[in-house]
């Protein structure tokens, strides 16, 4: 596709449940972000891969979340357990610069709701 | 840690007026990168403009602008002639090695 696809664009699940999110960047760029979006605020980086590695996962809040991009393409954010501090908007944003220095691409988001 | 900060939660402009939405930053790095974000209720980030800091001169996309002051770590961005699209977030972002840092936004109200 043209642009960065996010999938489910809504998910609503129960608190305890497992979720994954799907993210599909731009062909050919080999950088992609993972944010977290809460209500009102700014977009919360966490994670960041490079091709396949993650390059800096500093941004995940706790051994809950997880990111996986097995092919250097497609990327899936997962999250176990979840609970009802984990609704949010989660951005994904793909670049094919590498250092941070260009712009990012964003996915319209997937909007997870967790009851 | 890298920090930015946009004091302005919410901002009002008439149509085809001038309106500046400002924003501070923090760090101890020399070179980085500066952006401006505009977030409309589509949830899609779209690139407004773009501000290298080894860069003086302070950029320009049409009707966009920023006021760059390195020294202050001050990053204000000048929306001229403003139009009914312009309502929407708009996010102030730092960058230097890969993890970039967003304010908590400003929302921009556009009059007719």
């Known amino acids: 596709g043209a642009g960065v696809s996010q999938t489910p664009s809504n998910k609503v699940t129960e608190k305890g449940k497992y979720v994954e999110l799907r993210c599909d960047p731009i062909?050919?760029?080999?950088?992609l972000y993972w944010y977290r979006q809460s209500l009102g605020q700014g977009p919360e980086f966490l994670i960041y891969f490079q091709g396949t590695g993650a390059a800096d996962d500093s941004g995940l809040p706790n051994d809950r979340f997880f990111a996986v991009r097995p092919e250097g393409s497609v990327s899936t954010l997962k999250i176990q357990r979840t609970e009802r501090g984990d609704s949010a908007v989660y951005l994904c944003?793909?670049?094919?610069?590498?250092?941070?220095?260009?712009?990012?691409?964003f996915g319209e988001g997937s909007r997870l709701t967790v009851l | 840690a890298q920090t930015v900060t946009q004091s302005q939660p919410e901002m009002s402009v008439q149509e085809a007026e001038t309106v500046t939405l400002s924003c501070t930053y923090d760090?101890?790095?020399?070179?980085?990168?500066l952006f401006w974000y505009k977030q409309p209720p589509s949830r899609q980030m779209i690139l407004v403009i773009r501000?290298?800091?080894?860069?003086?001169q302070n950029a320009t996309e049409n009707r966009f602008s920023v006021n760059f002051q390195k020294a202050a770590k001050s990053f204000s961005l000048k929306i001229s002639d403003s139009q009914l699209g312009d309502a929407a977030m708009y996010f102030c972002a730092y960058t230097r090695n890969n993890d970039m840092r967003f304010g908590a936004g400003t929302r921009l109200t556009v009059k007719p």
């Open positions: 501000q290298e800091a080894y860069k003086q």
């Open positions: 062909s050919g760029h080999t950088a």
């Open positions: 944003a793909s670049s094919p610069f590498t250092g941070g220095t260009g712009e990012l691409f």
């Open positions: 760090t101890s790095e020399s070179d980085y990168y």
